[in-house]
């Protein structure tokens, strides 16, 4: 039981776009993002927790149960309004999934539109509302990705440089994601990572790009 994001925007990504996809219909939506201004950090964490495999098995489980007991195929046929009126009919682990799941889907659309609108200090706020979600509602994070939020989430101002930043992937390890400023991503980079082996004893690694096109052919 595997997500379809990797596949998609490996061929259908487009250069200076993010990609928004209805995982129900299979459209997508090419998101333009092109802001020479902005850059995206990514930096892993070297920490690959066991549980990653199961638990995203077990996530889709409990998320498929609280569709049933709502009464709708998939939790997206749900609102938040009638999440919350039904808490008493779910149980705790089912309200947190589907309060994530349905509060993710709003935050995933309005992102598109404030990305296309250039309101990044709008994005940066939805990307920690994501990881909070993720960290508190759906328990995919893992100390090591927060911590690294977190020291992200320090230098978010204008001279900082951060907008936001959140964990990305399947949780339990692996990576987070950030927006930032692209003219000191490398001075953020550093910052960042020096910290985190600190109070970690782990070396992060970290990259900056930008929204790049997907695999094509070559003529040669």
């Known amino acids: 039981p595997c997500g379809i994001m990797d596949q998609l925007i490996a061929t259908m990504g487009k250069k200076e776009h993010a990609l928004l996809i209805d995982c129900r219909s299979h459209v997508v939506r090419q998101v333009a993002m092109a802001d020479p201004e902005v850059a995206v950090l990514i930096i892993n964490s070297h920490v ?3 549980l990653a495999s199961s638990e995203y098995s ?3 489980a409990q998320c498929e149960q ?3 007991a709502l009464g709708v195929k998939t939790l997206r046929d749900v609102t938040m309004k009638q999440v919350v ?4 009919q779910l149980d705790a682990v089912a309200y947190k999934r589907a309060f994530h799941v349905v509060g993710e889907n709003a935050r995933t659309l309005q992102a598109a539109n ?3 609108a250039g309101s990044w200090w709008t994005v940066g706020r939805l990307m920690l509302k994501s990881h909070a979600a993720l960290r508190d509602r759906f328990e995919v994070s893992c100390a ?3 911590l690294l939020v977190e020291l992200a989430q320090q230098r978010i101002s204008e001279q900082g440089g951060v907008y936001g930043s959140r964990m990305t992937g399947g949780g339990f390890g692996g990576c987070t994601v950030s927006l930032v400023r692209a003219n000191i991503v490398d001075e953020i980079a550093q910052d960042i990572c020096t910290q985190y082996q600190e109070r970690t004893g782990i070396t992060a690694t970290a990259f900056a790009t930008r929204a790049a ?3 094509c052919g070559l003529a040669v």
Do not use: C, M, P, Y
């Open 144 to 146: 090591e990705l927060d």
């Open 58 to 60: 077990l996530r889709r």
């Open 85 to 88: 009126a039904s808490k008493d």
């Open 213 to 215: 096109g997907g695999a």
């Open 114 to 116: 404030e990305i296309e």
């Open 66 to 68: 609280a569709a049933a």
């Open 48 to 50: 690959n927790h066991e």
